[in-house]
């Protein structure tokens, strides 16, 4: 089955403990992508992927870092999770670059809470 | 980067009734999309229209475009319970291809 998971589902953490939250798609796509969502927020961009060693800042990078090593794979870490950083995180991938034009596929979320 | 601003906020109609929910925008856009979510879950694609287009159906769904008023609209026709959704749209802008902008989303609710 084509999809896009993350690990983990749920995780309760304390700040300054550094996480990673991983993510992998099956279906070869180029572009990858981390959100995250807040109430009343919709969804803001974290950062993204065009390819494998190819990142970028999204509209809220500060407090987060990426890796693309492989095409299938782009973890999300956090060095020092504070309580800001709470929240709802999703990973979506897209066939290719230039997801303005190109539906993105969409992870089942992590909801991340940080004391 | 700007954000689109759905309206209204929420809406909560009967079984059968038609929804029709609203995109504003400010800047120039290349194209809008459309997206739902079930609670807490991740959002899944509804409908891509580019700023060349006014209309565009695809079953149920029916998505307008004003480029001049920058809006637009996604109406669900003969509503079902499992419509019960957030909707977001999310804006293509000109100057960003490799990137969109998600709305803050309208949550219906199709009461039974």
């Known amino acids: 089955e084509a999809q896009v998971t993350q690990n983990p589902r749920y995780l309760i953490t304390v700040t300054g403990k550094k996480l990673t939250v991983t993510c992998s798609q099956n279906m070869n796509h180029e572009y990858m992508s981390w959100y995250r969502q807040d109430p009343g927020l919709g969804l803001r961009q974290i950062y993204y992927s065009m390819n494998v060693e190819v990142t970028d800042k999204g509209d809220v990078p500060e407090g987060y870092k990426v890796s693309r090593k492989e095409k299938r794979n782009f973890p999300l870490i956090l060095e020092s999770p504070s309580p800001n950083q709470t929240s709802l995180y999703f990973c979506a991938s897209s066939l290719m670059r230039g997801v303005s034009y190109n539906e993105q596929f969409f992870g089942p979320g992590t909801r991340l809470t940080v004391l | 980067s700007q954000q689109g601003e759905e309206d209204p906020q929420a809406l909560s109609i009967q079984e059968g009734e038609n929804a029709t929910m609203n995109c504003s925008y400010k800047?120039?856009?290349?194209?809008l999309q459309w997206y739902r979510q079930n609670s807490g879950r991740g959002l899944v694609h509804l409908i891509l229209i580019r700023s060349n287009e006014r209309e565009k159906h695809s079953g149920r769904l029916r998505v307008t475009l004003d480029t001049s008023k920058k809006s637009s609209s996604l109406l669900i026709t003969a509503s079902r319970a499992a419509d019960t959704a957030s909707y977001f749209c999310a804006l293509g802008e000109e100057t960003s291809y490799d990137k969109v902008i998600f709305g803050p989303g309208t949550s219906l609710s199709v009461i039974p």
């Open positions: 800047t120039s856009i290349n194209n």
